[in-house]
């Protein structure tokens, strides 16, 4: 079975560009994370969504950052205008919220650099 | 004070020796503790689960659960080489179920 899907893998973009980076969760997974991870303050939630709908982004630094969820097999977090502090690996988690076990089963991650 | 904490470490132990990584955490009403291993440049991977005070054990690796005291740590025996990451705590909050607090981690390093 495929994993959690994210794309792309790099990404080098110059300050004030927008980027956007998409995830795939897991096939069946009702929930989609997305994480931000760097040295200084290690892995952070961004936002959550449970069935598509967005369900805490108090993660989310500023209004440069937004997420969306359209349908069960697509999200995708965007940063518009980018800045240099935006640097990091983002990963896109799922899991299907309830289960007994409801593991969060992590994607590759966007390495972000912006300069 | 930090909802989930743990020594960043590096932690070195030779190999065939016991790894103990430890982690408290501030919400004395969450109950799901989690163990996540994360290679350098690679995502984190799930590798214990723990929901009751006690010991749970999976191969080398034995984590253990103290809700009086909020500490959860992770024995790893046997330690090997490959064993090299770092060590990542989460724990589910007791008023939000779904999200996951991820400590810091501790990176292990285990030396032949």
């Known amino acids: 079975d495929a994993g959690v899907i994210q794309s792309p893998r790099h990404e080098v973009t110059e300050m004030g560009q927008e980027v956007t980076l998409r995830c795939k969760p897991i096939s069946g997974h009702n929930s989609l994370f997305w994480y931000r991870q760097t040295m200084m303050r290690g892995l952070e939630l961004l936002i959550y969504f449970n069935n598509n709908v967005p369900i805490d982004d108090s993660g989310m630094p500023e209004d440069r950052f937004s997420a969306k969820m359209p349908n069960a097999s697509f999200s995708t977090l965007k940063i518009q205008p980018s800045e240099p502090r935006d640097s990091a690996v983002y990963f896109c988690a799922s899991s299907f919220a309830g289960a007994p076990a409801d593991t969060q089963y992590f994607g590759p991650g966007t390495r972000l650099t912006v300069l | 004070q930090k909802e989930v904490e743990q020594n960043s470490g590096p932690l070195s132990v030779p190999e065939g020796a016991i790894a103990s990584l430890n982690c408290t955490y501030s919400d004395r009403g969450s109950q799901s503790f989690f163990w996540y291993r994360q290679y350098s440049g690679k995502s984190p991977e799930l590798i214990m689960s723990?929901?009751?005070?006690g010991d749970k054990e999976d191969g080398r690796f034995t984590a253990q659960l103290n809700k009086a005291s909020q500490y959860v740590s992770l024995l790893i025996r046997d330690s090997q080489p490959s064993d090299s990451a770092t060590y990542l705590c989460?724990?589910?909050?007791?008023?939000?179920?779904?999200?996951?607090?991820f400590g810091t981690g501790t990176r292990l390093q285990v030396f032949p």
């Open positions: 723990i929901y009751s005070n």
């Open positions: 989460a724990v589910r909050l007791s008023y939000n179920t779904d999200k996951l607090i």
